[in-house]
């Protein structure tokens, strides 16, 4: 289909990137290597989200592109760019004049909430219709997932010693099996009703030849799925490093 190869030019998501991909070589502790390579391409997951055709057909045709496009904003570029982060630029923000601010917004105890009830609440169907029929408020959303995406995710993917949002590995792996609740609150609910939630779509998902109904089951199993295999997979692999260490425990006892 055409629209595949459809992007658009909206100035504020260009200019945007740009700045976030050049204000990089002015954060502390900031060179050439890995980090910067997962800065970068955090920022081109956010402009592929916004300015494609994920985003041209999400918000004018699809649901599912819609919902393909929110998890990449929360859940594949948030922590692309919080592992690009340089260690002395989180240190400089844990040391400045916003630390107390910047560990409360990190601690799991609010990070955790915050992401659940930001993911949740924009998917009650009357406030993500009233959304997208209201430019701001469609940004504010896009802008509200990649918050609450760089504080969840640096919950487990930053630690500092002595720091209150350090967690064991059972800690981190309660933690990202948290994570994935949203996907079952709103992507199996939405999969499995038996009527369009999104009136939104109703009449224009047909346009593209597929029904409403399915094209809204379609993208809550996609969000589930998609969401379940992150996370889980993430506390897994937290949980397997556990392992050995537990073993060589076992084996060192008389």
Do not use: K
């Not at 289909?1 to 945007?16: A, I, K």
């Not at 009830?117 to 029929?133: I, K, M, N």
């Not at 937290?238 to 084996?251: F, G, I």
């Amino acid at each position: 289909m055409h629209w595949l190869t459809v992007w658009q030019f909206d100035p504020s998501v260009w200019v945007g990137c740009a700045l976030g991909l050049v204000a990089y070589r002015w954060l502390p502790g900031a060179h050439r290597g890995r980090r910067l390579y997962l800065w970068v391409a955090g920022v081109l997951v956010v402009f592929v989200a916004l300015e494609s055709a994920i985003d041209v057909v999400g918000d004018n045709y699809l649901f599912t592109l819609h919902m393909a496009q929110h998890l990449m904003l929360s859940m594949v570029a948030p922590p692309l760019m919080v592992l690009g982060l340089p260690p002395q630029t989180i240190d400089a923000l844990l040391q400045g004049r916003a630390r107390r601010l910047v560990r409360l917004l990190v601690d799991p105890c609010f990070a955790g909430p915050a992401y659940f009830a930001v993911l949740v609440g924009w998917h009650w169907p009357p406030l993500f219709d009233f959304a997208l029929t209201h430019p701001p408020v469609h940004v504010m959303q896009h802008l509200s997932f990649i918050a609450v995406g760089l504080l969840f995710w640096w919950g487990t993917l930053v630690h500092r010693p002595g720091e209150r949002w350090n967690l064991s590995g059972l800690g981190e792996f309660a933690y990202l099996t948290v994570g994935a609740l949203p996907a079952v609150v709103v992507g199996l609910t939405v999969a499995l009703l038996p009527h369009p939630a999104y009136l939104y779509y109703l009449h224009r998902a047909p346009l593209l030849g597929i029904s409403a109904l399915a094209d809204q089951r379609v993208g809550g199993i996609l969000m589930f799925v998609f969401d379940n295999v992150v996370m889980l997979g993430v506390a897994g692999g937290y949980l397997w490093r556990m392992l050995p260490a537990d073993e060589a425990r076992l084996r060192a006892q008389p």
